[in-house]
């Protein structure tokens, strides 16, 4: 079964040559999420657009100071950019934080600064919305209480994932339709996935047809 909302995959960092080669080594994806924090920014994003006119979101590892990320999302919303995760480290001041809630020309999605339930009340007033990652916050069922505080508080929803199997790509899945945002790519990312589960096609979510979240282990020869 084929959910409606779609999964981004990520282009990790590396050289504007390299990324520009991942992006088309995946091409027809219609999301794209580019890792940034390097001193090039700009020219990776503007270089990888002449390439395509996918969605872009941008994750930007904490990498960034408050003066950067004012004037990086006005640049970034300029090459269509559809929001920027975790632009300041989870150190940075509550000033800047909301200085940069204010002022940023695009929404800024919390990463490393929620991690847990507790977190999604603290990110409400200095962040657009939040993304939740299952091996990070204990499991679906905290997960479920986290988006569902966020919506209570207007927030953007996103699940993520890290480089992962099948089996966490298909327990993520099952919260697709609390989603503005999804980014199921980890199992993608591996050479060899271990496991069988739901599918992502080129950014749609095939989910199992198995019981459960659908997902289990490949049988060995």
């Known amino acids: ?22 992006l088309a080594e995946q091409s027809g994806w219609d999301l794209y999420k580019i890792k940034l924090g390097t001193p090039r920014d700009l020219e990776i994003v ?7 006119s996918a969605t872009f979101r941008v994750d930007a590892n904490c990498g960034w100071s408050i003066e950067q990320a004012i004037a990086n999302s006005h640049e970034l919303a300029k090459l269509d950019v559809e929001f920027i995760e975790q632009p300041l480290p989870p150190e940075a001041s509550a000033a800047d934080r909301q200085r940069l809630f204010r002022e ?20 409400a007033e ?14 679906l069922t905290p997960a479920l209480r ?4 966020a919506r209570e508080l207007n927030m953007r929803t996103m699940v993520g994932c890290m480089v992962e199997s099948s089996i966490g790509i298909s327990a993520a899945a099952q919260l697709a339709p609390l989603l503005d945002y ?17 599918e992502i096609r080129q950014g749609k979510i095939v989910l199992s047809d198995q019981p459960g ?3 289990g282990l490949k049988e060995q020869p």
């Open 1 to 22: 079964m084929e959910q409606g909302t779609q999964s981004s995959f990520t282009i990790g960092i590396d050289t504007i040559e390299q990324m520009v080669a991942k």
């Open 46 to 52: 503007a270089a990888l657009r002449q390439r395509t």
């Open 104 to 123: 940023s020309a695009l929404p800024v999605m919390a990463d490393e600064d929620c991690q847990v339930e507790a977190d999604v009340e603290k990110c």
């Open 126 to 139: 200095c962040f657009h919305g939040v993304n939740v990652k299952l091996c990070k916050c204990g499991g």
């Open 146 to 149: 986290m988006l569902r505080r």
């Open 182 to 198: 999804a980014d199921f790519d980890g199992a993608v990312l591996l050479q060899e996935d271990p496991a069988i589960g739901t």
């Open 213 to 215: 979240h659908g997902a």
